[in-house]
């Protein structure tokens, strides 16, 4: 499978923006769902956001309407994740990974960028 590398995180106010990039090297199949993962300080990884390969998106209830998961349709190598209204509770490192059939995530990950919500 082709690695993927995310970027776009950073330090950000209370109520502030972030669009976080997950990007392939090569094409990242449409027929696969995407997911967006958090791994908060102290706690084990969550999928806050998933892509689904029709075109749907489901969301964990901590980001839903606030968060926006989507897809590079022409170049076919980029998931992003906007982040709006963001809080100190979602300081954590998000990391983007492939959905297998069986709703698990694929078992490799990349490196993650970490987002820093604080005044």
């Known amino acids: 499978q082709v690695p993927l590398v995310e970027s776009g995180g950073g330090l950000v106010q209370p109520g502030g923006s972030l669009e976080l990039s997950c990007a392939a090297s090569?094409?990242?199949?449409?027929?696969?769902?995407m997911g967006w993962y958090r791994r908060a300080p102290g706690k084990q990884r969550e999928l806050d956001a998933v892509?689904?390969?029709?075109?749907?998106?489901?969301y964990a209830d901590s980001v839903k309407g606030r968060f926006t998961i989507s897809r590079d349709d022409v170049a076919k190598n980029t998931v992003y994740l906007q982040m709006h209204s963001l809080n100190p509770e979602d300081k954590a490192v998000y990391y983007c990974?492939?959905?297998?059939?069986?709703?698990?995530?694929?078992?490799?990950w990349g490196q993650g960028t970490q987002v820093t919500v604080s005044s």
């Open positions: 990974n492939r959905i297998l059939v069986s709703g698990s995530p694929y078992p490799s």
């Open positions: 090569g094409s990242i199949s449409s027929f696969m769902n």
């Open positions: 892509l689904g390969s029709d075109g749907s998106n489901m």
